[in-house]
């Protein structure tokens, strides 16, 4: 259940990141409340998750999620390069998170 709870972690990352790019377009209280609720939602997850995960696990498979998460967000709805240089290092990033799952 703790790896459930950090992939919600994970995916409220990325929400708080888009909410960070909403709040540069648009000072909006929806923009600020994207951002807030995201990052607010990941470190009650995160949290929760490192009640049973190890603290250097469960940190760097969050960052490592909200990292690629981020990117690929970039990419696919804000237009960003989708270069084949960024893809390898991003699934870089998603092999070293899978590698430290498969040891804990």
């Known amino acids: 259940m703790a790896w459930i709870y950090l992939i919600i972690a994970g995916a409220g990352e990325v929400i708080g990141v888009m909410g960070i790019n909403q709040v540069n377009q648009n000072k909006s209280i929806g923009s600020f409340c994207t951002l807030v609720g995201g990052f607010l939602l990941s470190f009650i997850f995160l949290s929760i998750a490192m009640e ?50 498969l040891i804990s």
Do not use: H, N, Q
């Open 52 to 101: 049973k995960l190890p603290m250097s696990t469960a940190y760097a498979v969050w960052t490592g999620m909200g990292t690629v998460g981020s990117a690929l967000l970039g990419m696919f709805v804000f237009g960003e390069s989708k270069d084949w240089r960024r893809i390898l290092f991003i699934s870089m990033i998603l092999c070293a998170a899978v590698g430290l799952k």
